[in-house]
């Protein structure tokens, strides 16, 4: 079984400013890990994904995220906040074997003021 | 080119009403997939088809049957609609397995259920 939690379905930072967007997991496997990103009225779209290798992975429009295994955790970051980001981001995990499908978390609506 | 295209994009309809949602990807995909958003953005797996075969089926109602005439087609026929059947549904696509690699997704169709 796997499952995902979000810390806060709300983050809102100001422009410029670090986002930090929290991820932890559950996984009785190895996880594969993603943060999709979802904007108004439209289908989500993946930023970034973690499989094997370099927990630190890099992603689109300069996102990143560190996988760390002892505290299950996949958390998402930007250095400086642009007017663009805002949008519902989603954690989601699965596992490394045949048809194992994306479990979401219930997603981070994340608001950037002026 | 739309890769992930569903029709229609909004539906309204009455209680008791049998309606159906199109997909098609053109990207060469083996594996489809249909997800349902609620009204709190959760998303939750509802089918998956690996070349035309059925491989998930998560507890939904009967009433909801999906159908893969060929591997870059997945429709979903919901019968006997209820109120709680309003929701933005998503259809997806991916390499076979999907668990590694990267879900595209079409903009969603949002049914409301009067």
């Known amino acids: 079984a796997q499952s995902v939690t979000q810390l806060g379905s709300h983050v809102s930072v100001s422009e410029g400013a670090l986002v930090l967007l929290r991820c932890n997991y559950s996984s009785s496997v190895p996880p594969y890990l993603f943060w999709y990103v979802q904007y108004p009225n439209q289908g989500l779209q993946l930023l970034l994904k973690y499989t094997t290798g370099a927990t630190l992975v890099k992603g689109i429009n300069g996102f990143e995220a560190e996988f760390k295994k002892s505290e299950t955790s996949f958390h998402l970051t930007k250095p400086s906040a642009h007017m663009s980001d805002a949008a519902e981001y989603f954690c989601?995990?699965?596992?490394?074997?045949?048809?194992?499908?994306?479990?979401f978390g219930k997603g981070t609506m994340l608001l950037v003021s002026p | 080119d739309t890769a992930v295209s569903q029709t229609p994009k909004y539906l309204v309809t009455q209680m008791g009403n049998d309606k159906s949602i199109k997909c098609e990807q053109n990207l060469g995909h083996d594996t489809m997939y249909w997800y349902k958003q609620d009204s709190k953005k959760f998303l939750k797996i509802m089918f998956s088809y690996n070349n035309k075969e059925l491989i998930i089926n998560e507890t939904v109602p009967n009433r909801f049957s999906p159908k893969s005439p060929d591997k870059a087609h997945l429709n979903l026929h919901i019968n006997s609609l209820e109120l709680g059947d309003s929701a933005v549904y998503f259809c997806?696509?991916?390499?076979?397995?999907?668990?590694?690699?990267?879900?595209?997704f079409g903009e969603g169709s949002r049914l409301t259920v009067l």
């Open positions: 997806a696509s991916s390499h076979a397995g999907g668990n590694t690699g990267e879900l595209f």
């Open positions: 989601a995990v699965s596992q490394n074997s045949g048809y194992s499908t994306l479990t």
